[in-house]
């Protein structure tokens, strides 16, 4: 294998194992390959037009030194969170939410996730193109879990969101909705502000935020799991047989 294929391999695998484990601990109804795909690819064209909107709203704020709190902030919460995640979020939407197959809280996560992986494997194999296996390594531990885990718990949410639209409580999917928008945003942009700022202590919290979230997603991943049996959108579909091997 050549560097160059290295280097493509290390970008997309990190992503595509997350999915995989995601996947498989889908226990009552696994969700379909084609759904998932067109989820990855959806996610990953929002890569495009969340580049073109950070662009455009970049020239609306003042220019503060590299190194600086306002650069950091401006450039995590303002620009990267704000257009990522509502980018991905509309990914989610425009490719699940019609979907017959969109009837358990826990297929929110997989859609969530896949779009999330999808944009983040291409966002990668631009970075690791650039800058070479140093970036490649560090992100398949970093930045890529870090998209992904925003995917799971905006996952979450947009289930949540689905489930009151299908009682008719508008009032509770709009908030849910927002929830599934501001939680991922506030995750991303605390991510970047520590990975802008650079110094020492920044990067030694960076690491320690990135552990909790690790544990908070596995966590939230298999809970939601054990109790998918019971959170099916449709009374008829929590008759599915229910594989109890978790």
């Keep these: 294998m050549t560097m160059d294929n290295k280097l493509m391999a290390i970008a997309v695998i990190p992503g595509l ?11 009552v109804e696994k969700e379909p390959v084609g759904l998932i795909i067109k989820l990855l690819i959806l996610g990953a064209l929002s890569c495009f037009v969340a580049a073109f909107a950070e ?33 991905k979020y509309l990914a989610l939407r425009i490719g699940s939410w019609k979907s017959p197959s969109f009837n358990y809280r826990f297929d929110g996560v997989v859609y969530g996730t896949s779009a999330a992986v999808g944009f983040a494997v291409l966002e990668n194999i631009g970075y690791v193109s650039m800058y070479g296996m140093a970036t490649a390594l560090t992100r398949a531990v970093l930045a890529v879990p870090l998209h992904a885990f925003c995917g799971v718990f905006m996952g979450v949410f947009y289930s949540y969101s689905k489930k009151a639209s299908i009682v008719g409580d508008r009032s509770t999917s709009m908030l849910c909705t927002l929830f599934a928008l501001l939680v991922p945003m506030m995750i991303h942009g605390i991510y970047d502000t520590l990975a802008f700022l650079g110094t020492d202590t920044a990067t030694y919290i960076l690491l320690v935020f990135v552990a909790c979230l690790y544990i908070a997603a596995i966590t939230t991943i298999r809970k939601l799991s054990q109790a998918d049996r019971f959170a099916g959108f449709y009374p008829e579909a929590r008759t599915i047989e229910y594989d109890t091997e978790i």
Excluded: H
């Design 55 to 87: 662009s455009a709203l970049s020239q609306v704020f003042p220019q503060y030194p590299q190194g600086s709190l306002e650069y950091a902030l401006i450039n995590s919460f303002a620009l990267a969170a704000f257009c990522e995640e509502i980018v």
């Design 17 to 27: 194992l997350i999915i995989i484990y995601v996947y498989t601990k889908d226990k």
